[in-house]
Antibody, heavy 118, light 107 residues
Framework: EVQLLESGGGLVQPGESLRLSCAAS????????MGWVRQAPGKGLEWVSS????????YYADSVKGRFSISRDNSKNTLYLQMSSLRDEDTAVYHC???????????WGQGTLVTVSS | EIVMMQSPATLSVSPGERATLSCRAS??????LGWYQQRPGQAPRLLIY???TRATGIPARFSGSGSGTEFTLTISSLQSEDFAVYYC?????????FGGGTKVEIK
């Protein structure tokens, strides 16, 4: 069974940094692209970033480009999202996704809440 | 960026009835279109990818159609567990984009 467990969320002030992690199990992590999708409270889904299985390519939403960095450690079956220069509008639940059928979220973690507030 | 527009915003349907949800792209996304269901308090679940292919374990009452800029998700006979919010997502071009969602509520 695929399991994606996010961690690292919390309350931070504007301008600060945070690193999210996603521990994956139940599938061959190194063979699949992965990504992050966020959802602000009471709002819709917003794609944040995706990365290929071998880390050769990474993609970002314009809203986070230059501030967020996606990475993965295939030896640890873990996906990361390094977030810096955080803004109020980055407040959201961040979901880790497994991409198996193209660049869609075949499986989702329950998410970790990031709150940016002074 | 490709803008995805979903309609209606809210759809009121009685159990057992058919629901038809629409998704329109601001430019062609070919068949690179996915549909998700999100129940309250839960993570989204992939229903359809490639515009019309059901994801693993998805019941046959869910079907997707369309290509280019116009897409439809049909739920043939609504069950109680189908009342939820549905999102479409294009993956033809970066950045990936989602529609604003359609809430399917009990009539």
């Amino acid at each position: 069974e695929v399991q994606l467990l996010e961690s690292g969320g919390g309350l931070v002030q504007p301008g600060e940094s945070l690193r999210l992690s996603c521990a994956a199990s139940g599938f061959t992590f190194s063979s699949h692209a992965m990504g992050w999708v966020r959802q602000a409270p009471g709002k819709g889904l917003e794609w944040v970033s995706s990365i290929t299985s071998n880390s050769r390519a990474a993609y970002y939403a314009d809203s986070v480009k230059g501030r967020f960095s996606i990475s993965r450690d295939n030896s640890k079956n873990t996906l990361y999202l390094q977030m810096s220069s955080l803004r109020d509008e980055d407040t959201a639940v961040y979901h880790c996704i497994l991409c198996d059928s193209g660049w869609v979220g075949d499986n989702w973690g329950q998410g970790t809440l990031v709150t940016v507030s002074s | 960026e490709i803008v995805m527009m979903q309609s209606p915003a809210t759809l009121s349907v009685s159990p057992g009835e058919r629901a038809t949800l629409s998704c329109r792209a601001s430019q062609s996304v070919s068949s690179y279109l996915g549909w998700y269901q999100q129940r309250p308090g839960q993570a989204p679940r992939l229903l359809i990818y490639g515009a019309s292919t059901r994801a693993t374990g998805i019941p046959a009452r869910f079907s997707g159609s369309g290509s280019g800029t116009e897409f439809t998700l049909t739920i043939s006979s609504l069950q109680s567990e189908d009342f939820a919010v549905y999102y479409c997502q294009q993956y033809n071009k970066w950045p990936l984009t989602f529609g604003g969602g359609t809430k399917v509520e009990i009539k």
